[in-house]
């Protein structure tokens, strides 16, 4: 890997010889100039037809939405910050004829469509960016710094592709708007808060989100993935992202000096103990067919070589897809915490559970639908079935509230690319990396012809 300064320097020598060309992250000037080239002719070469009326829309307005991506793009905001965003998307949606409502569980935004009788379609984007500080060096890369809870510096960056799903949520609104005599029905585009933080759909619920406005039959929402080429789908029923809970567990002891040990009941030595009694839940437990996932990222304890301390603190998180698992990870965290400290004679620890995020589950019959929309209207092999992680997302809490739910993965990034990276044996920079970036111009397209045929069709029945 190369070094921080050596890669800016890099990037500045490119940018310097070719002013064009500004994000080629790890390649020679001369590559990305080979790239930069292909993207022209591609784009002058792009057909005249369209195979669906969302995406001649989209490639006529392709110059409008990036600008409109660009300016999310610039402007980031944390978790729980997402003030100039919300405004900005309220504003959008609101030129586009959408009846808007802020404030909704924080900075949550809601525009409703109304046409007539027919379905309710909810189209959901998240509003938040990470503390990343952008090494992408696009013309248009992020500058924003704030400060953190420590006051610190830190910088702020679009970093997982949150700016594309706002910027296409505006263009699914508008589109529907400016096609009004085409579908019947409600359309609701929502912007939702802190998903990072996985709590911002549970804000949005809580303020009656389901109540005060029309509750959909169907929710919809994309994610961008760095490891699928642009214009590619992923899409696939029934569990596709995990339930996430963190655990806070304070093993107590009795401190003293470190020379008289048998004065003292150690916490270091129990916190070693539980550490490895925990990795025997999943891997002795679990069905071996069910995924689970118990790391412990985080432990501190102690002051000094020579001193026992009273305490030490290990911070867990717990990963599962059903409901039975995590109740099973749950009473075996609590077991096996009580009984390291049984056995040292100790006090119980201390054992709390955040409230976590549920598993993202897609409703079958409704993936399949789409999928098979999709398939027609993309060709065959742009349809795959997506990896399943057990990353977290709160869309699930939609479904959890007794809507038929589909998130589906949008390819981000151009498929040269992609192949540029794996001749190079590397992987290309993941969601929340400071380098990733989406080719925005692709992105778009795809993400709003598929979101505006999967809506319409949603309309119908
Ligand atoms: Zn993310
Ligand atoms: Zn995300």
Redesign the pocket.
Known sequence: MLGLALFQAMLRDCRAKFPLIVAAAWFTCGSALGHAQEREDSTTKQPAASSSPGEAWARKNLEDLLTVYQHFHRTPELSFQEKETAATLAKHLREAGLEVTENVGGYGVVGVLKNGAGRTVMVRT?LDALPVKELTGLAYASQVMVKNDTGGEVGVMHA???DI?ITNAIAVARFFAAHKSDWKGTLVVIGQPA??RGSGARKMLADKLFERFPKPDYALAL??DSTLAAGRIGIRGGYILANVDSVDITVRGRGGHGAMPHTTVDPIVQAAELVVALQTIVSREIKPTEPAVITVGSIHGGTKHNIIGDTCHLQLTVRSYTDKVRAQLREGILRKAKGVALAAGAPEPIIEFSDGTPATFNDESLALRITQLFRKQLGEDKIEPGEISMGG?DFSEYGRAGVPILMYRLGAVNEKRLQRFKELGQSPPS??SPLFYPDADEVLVTAVSTMTAAVQDLFSK
């Open positions: 998240d997982c592709g949150h799903h998903e990072e994610h961008c997302e969601l929340h």
